[in-house]
């Protein structure tokens, strides 16, 4: 069974912020950006968030642009990717705009968060992991799906999972020319043990300017 290429997408403040620690999402990205993400998005067979990431901005998660959502439709492909979120705990509001627009859902649980996510059923198909959520069982499962491509859009805990089980394939990170420098605000990153350690260096593939906003493409397994 092959695994979908992983690519992690985030924006960050030049302090490596991705929020400000107010109760409503900081908008780092501009309208240049926010268009190419579409496309990303557009290209992907699934998207995934994490928990705290639907409970906080209340994400739809769709492609925005109607002539790339007739691309994927001409392609035989859905008009939107699958969603996909990941939970530990199980608890997710179902009245989260989430839930009640674009295609198929997904929900990656553990087994103690299996009962409770199971309330979303109706909603989603809900998968448990394991004792803890199991990263690579989670692409195994895509990749079952047929989800050749995905996209990971946050939070934290999830870009940290995926980057310290060394299954990123790829960074997209917008850099927004602007400092948060509050200590609570959240980062791209929590501490963990990655590959390689600090000594380790990605490729990097890319730099393009959007706007005010600098995209770099970093392929961590190169």
């Known amino acids: 069974m092959t695994r979908p290429y992983v690519l992690l997408s985030v924006a960050v403040s030049v302090d ?3 929020d400000d620690d107010g109760t409503e ?4 990205s501009n309208a240049e950006d926010f268009d190419h993400v579409d496309r990303v998005r557009a290209e992907s067979d699934a998207i995934l968030v994490g928990a705290a990431t639907v409970r906080r901005d209340n994400p739809r998660l769709l492609v925005n642009s109607p002539e790339r959502r007739a691309g994927r439709v001409g392609a035989g492909r859905p008009e939107f990717p699958l969603k996909v979120v990941v939970t530990g705990s199980g608890e997710l509001d179902r009245d989260r705009a989430f839930w009640h627009c674009g295609g198929d859902k997904v929900v990656y649980t553990t087994d103690s968060g299996h009962r409770t996510a199971s309330a979303l059923a109706d909603l989603a198909d809900v998968v448990p992991l394991g004792p803890s959520v199991d990263f690579g069982a989670l692409l195994d499962d895509l990749g079952g799906r047929g989800v050749g491509r995905l996209m990971v859009e946050g939070g934290s805990a999830v870009h940290t999972g ?5 299954l990123a394939d790829e960074i997209r990170m917008a850099v927004a020319p602007m400092l948060i420098g509050q200590a609570t605000a959240p980062r791209f990153l929590q501490p963990a043990e990655f590959p390689g350690g600090p000594a380790r260096r990605f490729h990097l593939e ?3 300017r959007l706007g005010d ?3 770099l493409r970093y392929f961590p397994k190169r």
Not at 162 to 166: D, M, P, Q, R, V
């Open 16 to 18: 490596g912020h991705i």
């Open 25 to 28: 999402r900081f908008p780092l």
């Open 162 to 166: 995926f980057l310290s089980a060394g």
């Open 206 to 208: 890319e730099v393009a």
């Open 213 to 215: 906003v600098a995209v």
